[in-house]
């Protein structure tokens, strides 16, 4: 899987939107972006993915670059539910037919203040 | 959604026991299960693909005859932590791919803390 580079943490207020970035230069064309996220003691959880164009679902926001070298994950209205480690993930679908597992970086800390 | 259970949450024992962690996929076959390790303050590390049916593969430097993995089913994967030590305490994690295409996300357990005395 092809790297990403995220900030190590962000810390943002309660019930303000939060960007997370993600720079994935050496995307290809096939990878799609994927984000999780941790809760502490907890196993990851899928919070959203997407190819090219900018995904919406009941959890978050990805807006996607035009040249898809970066992402921004976005969190509309962050609550201090969403503190949580986010990990932002490239994955090919065509690589090992969707067979391999994923590719962890350290993510970025997201601290919420009330 | 997809719902993946993991057993037990949290095993505590003493150096030298085998420990067995059980990964079901509750609503969704899953051919494919894998199993993650997350030390403290580090990032989820993954250990094996589990194949249903067939031997798992193995992540470079992870001693397959030290853990131990069995997906006799389509729902369930179990892995065994042999002969257990202190350094084998961490966070072991499973996931599924959920059903559908190759780019479906994975779901993930909960999580079963390990800490061997």
């Known amino acids: 899987d092809a790297k990403t580079t995220q900030p190590n943490s962000m810390e943002s207020n309660e019930e303000e939107p939060v960007h997370l970035p993600c720079n994935h230069s050496?995307?290809?064309?096939?990878?799609?972006i994927h984000w999780y996220r941790q809760l502490p003691s907890q196993g990851p959880e899928y919070v959203i993915h997407g190819l090219t164009s900018n995904v919406n679902n009941r959890m978050a926001s990805l807006a996607i670059a035009e040249d898809r070298k970066s992402s921004t994950l976005i969190l509309h209205r962050a609550t201090l539910r969403d503190a949580a480690v986010y990990y932002c993930i490239l994955r090919d679908p065509y690589s090992g037919g969707g067979a391999d597992g994923l590719t962890f970086g350290k993510g970025t800390h997201l601290i919420i203040q009330p | 959604g997809a719902v993946v259970s993991q057993h037990p949450s949290w095993v505590i024992c003493k150096s030298g026991t085998s420990v067995k962690i059980e990964c079901r996929s509750l609503?969704?076959?899953?051919?494919?299960m894998f199993w993650y390790r997350q030390f403290p303050k580090q990032s989820l590390m993954l250990m094996a693909t589990s194949n249903e049916g067939s031997k798992a593969t193995y992540e470079q430097g992870v001693e397959k005859d030290k853990f131990l993995i069995n997906h006799a089913s389509l729902t369930l994967s179990t892995l065994t932590v042999t002969s257990a030590h202190p350094e084998d305490s961490s966070f072991y994690i499973c996931?599924?791919?959920?059903?559908?295409?190759?780019?479906?996300?994975?779901?993930f357990g909960d999580g079963t803390r390990l800490s061997i005395l």
């Open positions: 050496t995307i290809s064309g096939t990878d799609y």
């Open positions: 996931s599924a791919r959920g059903p559908g295409r190759s780019n479906q996300p994975q779901h």
């Open positions: 609503d969704f076959q899953a051919t494919t």
